[in-house]
């Protein structure tokens, strides 16, 4: 057998294998927000369009670009017969999508300083990062987790858009209600001012890491996605 | 090298269950070895399961001393695996040297030279390094076959696993694919799935027939073939109507003096002008499928 030593991450051919279709959604959608609040720019409207894309949009594309992450591979069955443990195999898809969103979301705020506006009625500078990574990272978990559980992607990018929609609709509901606050996907976003919003940060990241964890369960039974 | 023990594998639970394979055991030394069965037969499930991706419901298999139960023993044993998938699925963007590069560092060759040197030599291997930088979607099915060869072997593996590695190559594709794995198995262990009997008879000393779930015979081509000794025959006739007396025509030849039929069957005495004739692998193998009640499988 060969010799192998000092690790490579095959960073290039990662790349070269990645999907475009998932650099341009946000790439797309990150353009649209661009045009949109500097049309609006000084008008309140600007301010919301910023907000609903950092905080609202960016974590249902993560969403849904999780629940392809895995599954949407050409050459999946030789990628499962590589001396790959099924976490890193995880991992390292699911940290692209991520890697995509970290970028769309900071060169996005980069780009509303450019032009004057801000996010600073978020909160301070933590605030303003966990009001997208917190529902990013909990999206993530649960379309990469229903793309496993249905061994196909759409049942995972369907339930992603599905959660999303029904917040965004009864926002007020969920934001209000005793138990739902805890659940509500963009507190940090349209409600920063609720005392609740560490309670609710917190309820959010402990589900994605179940949600995350329940899908490195699922990805090391290889067999069913083939 | 491989040993497999009262391996059990069902799909599904209940009235749906589905028994892909039932309490197979088999042992697999060094050299070419067959596994033929018809469609469905559960070759691909077994190939997946000595390739480390399916798990078995029950029974165990080692191979070179690696208990594949154990998911830590499987994820070092693929280091030394090489694999092709029946339905090889690739990066069509890449060219045949870019995937085979990228194969060989998810496999864990992480010395660039030495890497380099090996994809070459497996490129040369397999006759692609005219055509190593083309991209791949521009490659024939038999092309992508060998690039999928080359990237199995590119770790220099113990164990290579092929699943029904010819089906849709041409003639010539299948005879310069068989030559390869020939070629190969002289210093490992070379496991080849199909359902093409032609391709076991020209490559391996050692296989066995499986068929619904089950082997139903291991042993070498020849003695395959001797289990059809006095049961296959010839008769020439004019009549438009095939023999069918429990007899299974494996083929047929037109002729000036009228259609050549080789038949498989316990006699074809009945029929007028039947002789007795030597038989091959393929007869073998259709007298077994017959003899063990696995016919309408054939």
Request: aromatic share 8%; with cysteine.
């Amino acid at each position: 057998m060969m010799s192998m030593n000092m690790k490579t991450y095959p960073f290039r051919y990662v790349l070269k294998t990645y999907r475009m279709d998932q650099l341009i959604l946000p790439a797309s959608l990150w353009g649209l927000f661009a045009i949109l609040v500097l049309i609006f720019r000084g008008q309140d409207s600007a301010y919301q369009s910023a907000r609903a894309f950092v905080g609202m949009v960016l974590p249902m594309i993560a969403g849904i670009l999780a629940a392809y992450a895995v599954l949407e591979d050409p050459a999946l069955e030789l990628q499962f017969s590589m001396p790959t443990p099924p976490w890193r195999m995880l991992a390292e898809r699911l940290c692209l999508v991520f890697l995509v969103i970290v970028v769309c979301a900071l060169t996005f705020q980069l780009y509303l300083g450019v032009i004057g506006l801000s996010l600073q009625p978020l909160g301070g500078l933590a605030a303003r990062q966990l009001a997208w990574l917190v529902p990013t990272l909990n999206l993530m978990g649960l379309g990469c987790l229903l793309a496993l559980a249905g061994a196909r992607s759409i049942p995972g990018a369907m339930a992603v858009g599905l959660v999303w929609l029904s917040q965004l609709i009864g926002n007020s509901w969920f934001a209000h209600n005793l138990v739902g606050r805890y659940f509500y996907l963009y507190m940090g976003t349209t409600h920063a001012e609720l005392p609740q919003l560490r309670g609710n940060q917190l309820v959010l990241l402990m589900f994605g890491l179940v949600y995350l964890f329940s899908a490195w369960v699922l990805i090391r039974k290889q067999e069913r996605y083939l | 090298m491989i040993e497999i023990r009262n391996l059990n594998k069902q799909y599904g639970s209940g009235a749906q269950a589905v028994k892909a394979l039932n309490g197979i055991h088999l042992t697999i030394n060094e050299g070419m070895f067959g596994l033929l069965g018809p469609n469905g037969a559960g070759k691909t499930t077994l190939m997946r399961i000595l390739a480390g991706i399916a798990h078995p419901t029950a029974g165990n298999v080692l191979v070179a001393g690696y208990n594949l139960a154990d998911e830590k023993a499987r994820t070092d044993y693929k280091a030394m695996l090489g694999y092709l998938p029946q339905e090889l699925g690739m990066y069509p963007d890449l060219s045949a040297r870019q995937f085979v590069d990228y194969m060989a560092i998810l496999k864990g060759m992480h010395i660039p030279g030495q890497r380099k040197r090996r994809v070459d030599d497996v490129l040369e291997m397999v006759g692609l390094s005219d055509v190593a930088e083309r991209k791949i979607k521009g490659f024939s099915g038999g092309m992508k076959r060998r690039v999928g060869i080359a990237q199995a072997l590119v770790n220099d593996p113990r164990v290579l696993i092929v699943d029904e590695p010819t089906a849709g190559l041409d003639p010539e594709e299948r005879i310069r694919f068989r030559n390869i794995l020939v070629d190969l198995a002289a210093n490992r262990v070379v496991l080849l799935s199909t359902h093409i009997v032609e391709d076991i008879g020209q490559t391996c000393r050692n296989m066995a027939v499986l068929s619904k779930g089950r082997i139903i015979f291991t042993g070498s081509p020849r003695e395959l073939t001797e289990l059809a000794e006095g049961r296959v025959w010839t008769v020439t006739t004019q009549s438009p109507r095939k023999p069918n007396n429990g007899l299974t025509v494996v083929s047929m030849l037109h002729l000036a003096e009228g259609t050549q039929y080789r038949l498989v069957g316990a006699s074809a005495e009945e029929y007028d002008g039947a002789l007795s004739t030597q038989p091959g692998l393929e007869d073998g193998y259709v007298w077994l499928m017959k003899s063990t009640g696995y016919e309408s499988a054939v």
